[in-house]
C-alpha cells in the first residue's frame, strides 16, 4: 500500500532564506505532484514529476523526483511572504490513478 | 481553458439529512476522482469512475454513493450526515492513459453539518 509522507510537517522562517521540503513514499509510483493549499482554498497545482531525475522551476520553487530513492523535493529560494500556504506532494500510478497524499507542510514566511 | 466545475461551492446540511454535491469535468476527460478533505487534514481518496464504471475506491463510508453519468458528470450522494462529514469535498478528473499530466482538481465543495 502506498504512503506518503512528508517533513517537515510546519516550517516558520525569515524572508530572504532558503528551505527545502521533503517527500518520501513507500512504494513504487510513476508520478509526483506538488500542490499548495491557501486557506478553505482548492489544491493548486504547481508540479507534475513523472521521471527519475526530473527537475522542474516555477519562479522561487524547484522540485525534483528520485524515483530510486522514492523521494522527492520542493526547494525554497529566498523565500518571501507570498509563499506562506500548505504545500502538500501526492503520489500517485497509472494503473489506478488516485493519488496519495502527504500530510501537508504549513509553511509560514515572517518579514 | 476549461476547468473541472464542482457545484455547490457551499452547502450546510443538518444531521442525519442527505447531500449531493456534482462534479462536471473537464471535457474530454473519461475519470472522475472524488477527495474529501477534513479540516486540517491532507485529502483522502473515496472514490473514483473511469467510463461511468466505478474503477477504484477508498475510504467512503457506506453512507455515501456515487456514480458518473453518460455526459461524465459525477454526483456524490451522501445520507444520513454526520457532524464528521464536515469537510472540503473535491473532485479531479484526467483523461485515461495520459501519465498524469492532465490531473486537474475542482475548486471543491465545503461541506458543513450542523
Known amino acids: 500500500e502506498l504512503k506518503v509522507e512528508q517533513n517537515p510537517l510546519f516550517l516558520s522562517m525569515q524572508e530572504g532564506k532558503n528551505y527545502t521540503i521533503y517527500c518520501n513514499y513507500s512504494?513504487?509510483?510513476?508520478?509526483l505532484y506538488w500542490y499548495r493549499q491557501d486557506p478553505g482554498k482548492s489544491l493548486e497545482s504547481l508540479f507534475v514529476?513523472?521521471?527519475?531525475?526530473a527537475v522542474k522551476q516555477e519562479g522561487r520553487l524547484m522540485a525534483s523526483l528520485d524515483t530510486k530513492a522514492r523521494l522527492s523535493t520542493l526547494h525554497i529560494t529566498a523565500a518571501v511572504h507570498d509563499l506562506s500556504a500548505t504545500y502538500f506532494c501526492?503520489?500517485?500510478?497509472?494503473?489506478?490513478?488516485?493519488?496519495?497524499f502527504g500530510q501537508g507542510t504549513t509553511l509560514q514566511v515572517k518579514p | 481553458a476549461a476547468g473541472v466545475i464542482q457545484s455547490p461551492r457551499h452547502l450546510i446540511k443538518e444531521k442525519r439529512e442527505t447531500a449531493t454535491l456534482k462534479c462536471y469535468p473537464i471535457?474530454?476527460?473519461?475519470?472522475v476522482y472524488w477527495y474529501q478533505q477534513g479540516p486540517g487534514q491532507d485529502p483522502q481518496f473515496l472514490i473514483s469512475f473511469y467510463e461511468k464504471m466505478q474503477s477504484d475506491k477508498g475510504s467512503i463510508p457506506d453512507r455515501f454513493s456515487a456514480q458518473q453519468f453518460s455526459d461524465y458528470h459525477s454526483e456524490l450522494n451522501m445520507s444520513s450526515l454526520e457532524l464528521g462529514d464536515s469537510a472540503l469535498y473535491f473532485c479531479?478528473?484526467?483523461?485515461?492513459?495520459?501519465?498524469?499530466?492532465?490531473?486537474?482538481f475542482g475548486s471543491g465543495t465545503r461541506l458543513t453539518v450542523v
Open positions: 512504494t513504487t509510483s510513476d508520478r
Open positions: 471535457p474530454r476527460h473519461d475519470t
Open positions: 479531479a478528473s484526467s483523461p485515461m492513459g495520459d501519465r498524469g499530466l492532465g490531473y486537474t
Open positions: 501526492a503520489a500517485g500510478s497509472s494503473n489506478t490513478g488516485k493519488l496519495i
Open positions: 514529476l513523472l521521471s527519475n531525475g
